[in-house]
Structure formats: structure tokens, C-alpha cells
């Protein structure tokens, strides 16, 4: 299995500001993932983050608002820019390979004031 | 593209009662299923999994068959306890493991009351 630590795992943030949300994995994996949970809603998948290459966004979500890293392989970052009341969710760093199942953190819980 | 529809909660059951969470789906070709759990101040972690029709998943008494006619892949147990007391999800992904996105429902919140 893989261990996953997110931080921080609360914030509260003024809009307009950006927040950069942390994912490190205790084992290199393959893939790495960044989801958001709105209030009430399903999980949804943001963005796949690529280790050395810029991240794959799904439709309706872009790069310039989830700016996403991954310098190697156990570590990503995904900041979530400009923000706005709209934005407050719970972001969710996803690990796996081929071999595994899908792995998560615990999750960032942001409100946006 | 894939949708994942399950049973909105949240769902209160006494101890020992039997368990039904339903699940369908919509996907192209064949995709692999998954129920995840959610317990009170915990990460998701994977309950059990199904990656072909008729398959069954089963794991902690919980069990779910992968029904191809039905697009379905409800949730069961059959004497639930308090400790079962979470937010369970139903998902597909288009491979077996955990190298693929995961499509999500929108949880279902369970409660066991002793």
C-alpha cells in the first residue's frame, strides 16, 4: 500500500488569494492524481499530474486557476489560484500503477471567505 | 462520457439489519468497479472491487456483483454494524488498477444505530 500525506489538511483563505496544497507519497508511483469534493457532491477528478511533463486537465478545469507540479516521483503540488467563495471543497491527492488500486490522502479541506 | 449514479443518503439502519446500496453506472466498453469507504476522519480506502461481468467483490461481509445487463454494482451486506458507519462510494475507471482516473457517485452516508 502507499502512505500519502497531504498538507495542510484545513485552510481559510481570502478570495483572491492562491493556496498551494502539498502531496507526498512514501513509494515512487506511476500515476498521481488531484481530485475536488464540493460540498455535496461527488469527487471529480481535476487534473492527472505528470512527473516531468505539464499536468492532463479534465474539461472544465485549467491551468492557469489548478496550476499542478511534479517535480519526481512521490511528490505534487496543485494551487488553487484566484480564489473565490466557489472554490471552497475538499482537494484529494490520488496515487496508483498499473499493479495497484488507487490510493488517497486525506484530503484539503479549503474555505474560501 | 461515464457517470456513476448511486443512492443519496443519508441511510439509518439499526444493527444487524440487512444492507442495500445501489449503484448504476454508465460507461463505453468495459469498465472496472469500485465501492470505497469513507470512515469518520479517515481518508477514502478501497472496500472492494469487481473488473469484469458476473465478477463479485467481497471484503469485511460487504459484498457487490458487477451486473453488466443492469449497469449495476450494488452494495450489500447482510447484518451491518455501528462500526460500518461511514460514506461509501460507488466508482468505475476504464482499467483494473490505479493507473486511471476514477469516476465517482456522490457518496452515500450510512448510519448504524445500536
Known amino acids: 500500500s502507499a502512505v500519502i500525506s497531504q498538507k495542510p489538511s484545513r485552510d481559510i483563505c481570502q478570495r483572491g488569494t492562491s493556496l498551494t496544497i502539498q502531496c507526498q507519497v512514501d513509494?515512487?508511483?506511476?500515476?498521481m492524481f488531484w481530485y475536488r469534493q464540493q460540498p455535496g457532491q461527488s469527487l471529480t477528478l481535476i487534473a492527472t499530474a505528470n512527473q516531468g511533463s505539464e499536468a492532463t486537465y479534465e474539461s472544465g478545469f485549467v491551468i492557469d486557476k489548478f496550476p499542478i507540479s511534479r517535480p519526481n516521483l512521490t511528490f505534487s503540488t496543485l494551487t488553487v489560484s484566484n480564489m473565490s467563495p466557489e472554490d471552497s471543497s475538499i482537494y484529494l491527492c490520488?496515487?496508483?500503477?498499473?499493479?495497484?488500486?488507487?490510493?488517497f490522502g486525506q484530503g484539503t479541506r479549503l474555505t474560501v471567505v | 462520457g461515464n457517470s456513476v449514479t448511486q443512492m443519496e443518503g443519508p441511510v439509518t439502519l439499526s444493527e444487524e439489519a440487512f444492507l442495500t446500496i445501489n449503484c448504476t453506472y454508465t460507461a463505453t466498453g468495459y469498465p472496472s468497479l469500485f465501492w470505497y469507504v469513507q470512515y469518520p476522519g479517515e481518508g477514502l480506502q478501497l472496500l472492494l472491487k469487481a473488473t469484469k461481468a458476473d465478477d463479485k467483490g467481497s471484503n469485511k461481509g460487504f459484498e457487490a456483483t458487477y451486473r453488466k445487463e443492469t449497469t449495476s454494482f450494488h452494495l450489500e451486506k447482510g447484518s451491518v454494524q455501528v462500526s460500518d458507519s461511514a460514506v461509501y462510494f460507488c466508482?468505475?475507471?476504464?482499467?483494473?488498477?490505479?493507473?486511471?482516473?476514477?469516476?465517482f457517485g456522490k457518496g452515500t452516508h450510512l448510519i448504524i444505530q445500536p
Open positions: 466508482a468505475l475507471s476504464e482499467t483494473g488498477g490505479g493507473a486511471d482516473g476514477l469516476t
Open positions: 513509494s515512487q508511483v506511476t500515476m
Open positions: 490520488s496515487v496508483g500503477t498499473d499493479n495497484t488500486e488507487a490510493f
